[in-house]
């Protein structure tokens, strides 16, 4: 039976549940009435029903945690391998550069070896080039259009190409800075097509620089070897005696063998040497025989050789040729030489003689006036005094002699030597 709303079980009655929460003076009661402690109870056994459940699922199906595992451990193999081949990448990348860079540095200093071989090879050619000034106002005998121009071309340096090269900035740098912009299209070149591209041009660039410097190294050499063959041929008409133990001529010669290019170079610059020297000794010799005119723009009044004598009439012979020429007009030095004789000298008049060396020597008779001294040392074109009618003459005029250790030759012989020799001078 049931009293007050109090629960009784036959006989006996049973009391609630209460929760004392004490704290200081304060006492709280609660009474936990049955059915919220079988609902607590019903959950508690529910939860732990579930999480038996749960439990012995996952224990009973381990597939399921495996193949999870598995799926992670694939993905972090994945990536792995990603990062593992971006990594080769970017290592074949890195060492492809630095190759193409060592490949361009490398072209780089041939380049500006080859540069620095062109420069020193016009700093040989230089003094070469002051000798043979005079042979550029010279009329060579090979065809003048033969003959190009001897310094053009031999102080052109390298393309702006090379030079560029030549800053501080990296080569594979500088490379894409020259670049040429018309050739940058919608796919960039890598750099080693353009290096190669780029080296090829400057390569026959500089090709063409080096043919055309031995091009005229023998095109000089050739006119050289011409203008002194022209004088020596010249010399040889002129049959003059001695002339030809001063050419300095050796019974040698050949073809020139091309060797490889630093040798041919060498070869090329001995030859042309020799052939400035071989010139320029011809030009002396020839510069100091008397092969001037005594009395330019004057005419030949009398030849060299036998004639009637104009004041007895009989024949005798003439040493020398006579230039119809005013009283007072000036005589001229033949060629370089040293005063031997100046004053009065019987037939002669008054008469001057210079010594030239190697045995030559010229007079000069008739003169109505002396300035030159003996000792006096005279070039050609000097004036050694005035042409008049002193000594056994008729008339004004300019006796003029050439001499060979004391024999007379014919002064007609040096005068046209002279014209055709006189060019090359």
Do not use: C
Not at 44 to 50: D, F, I, N, T, Y
Not at 217 to 230: G, H
Request: proline share 6%; charged share 25%.
């Amino acid at each position: 039976m049931e009293k007050s709303g109090q629960p009784t079980v036959f006989g006996t009655r049973v009391e609630p549940h209460t929760v004392i929460i004490a704290r200081g003076n304060d006492v709280r009661h609660f009474t936990v009435r049955p059915w919220i402690a079988a609902a607590l109870g019903s959950a508690l056994s529910a939860l732990a029903v579930g999480y038996l459940l749960a439990t012995s699922y996952l224990v009973l199906r381990d597939d399921l945690i495996g193949a999870q595992t598995a799926r992670q451990a694939r993905l972090q193999q994945a990536y792995e391998d990603r990062i593992s081949a971006l990594r080769a990448q970017v290592d074949r990348i890195t060492s492809r550069q630095l190759l193409d860079q060592q490949l361009v540095d490398t072209k780089v200093s041939e380049l500006l070896k080859r540069q620095a071989q062109l420069t020193s090879r016009h700093g040989r050619l230089e003094p070469l080039l002051e000798r043979a000034d005079t042979l550029e106002d010279t009329p060579s005998p090979i065809q003048p259009d033969a003959r190009p121009e001897i310094r053009a071309g031999l102080n052109d340096g390298l393309p702006a190409q090379v030079l560029a090269f030549a800053g501080a900035t990296p080569a594979v740098e500088r490379l894409n800075e020259i670049w040429p912009l018309h050739m940058r299209g919608t796919e960039t070149p890598s750099t080693a097509d353009k290096a190669d591209r780029l080296f090829a041009t400057i390569g026959k660039s500089l090709q063409k620089i080096e043919g055309e410097q031995l091009a005229r190294i023998d095109s000089l050499t050739e006119s050289a070897y011409q203008t002194a063959d022209a004088i020596a041929q010249a010399f040889e008409a002129a049959d003059l005696p001695s002339v030809d133990d001063d050419f300095g001529k050796s019974d040698i010669g050949g073809p020139l063998i091309a060797l490889d290019n630093p040798s041919q170079f060498d070869a090329k610059m001995r030859e042309l040497d020799d052939s400035l020297d071989r010139l320029d000794k011809m030009k002396n010799t020839a510069r100091r025989l008397p092969i001037a005119n005594p009395a330019p723009g004057r005419s030949v009044s009398s030849t060299f050789g036998v004639r009637r004598d104009p004041l007895i009439g009989t024949p005798a012979l003439h040493s020398g040729m006579d230039f119809r020429a005013p009283q007072g007009s000036p005589a001229r030095v033949t060629a370089p030489g040293t005063v031997v004789r100046a004053g009065w000298n019987g037939g002669y008049g008054r008469m001057v003689e210079i010594d030239h060396g190697n045995g030559f020597s010229t007079r000069y008779g008739h003169l109505s006036r002396i300035d030159v001294k003996e000792g006096q040392k005279v070039s050609r074109g000097d004036t050694i005094g005035q042409v008049g009618s002193t000594g056994r003459s008729t008339g004004p005029h300019l006796h003029y002699e050439v001499r060979y250790k004391g024999e007379a030759l014919n002064p007609l012989r040096f005068l046209k030597l002279g014209k055709q020799v006189g060019q090359y001078l």
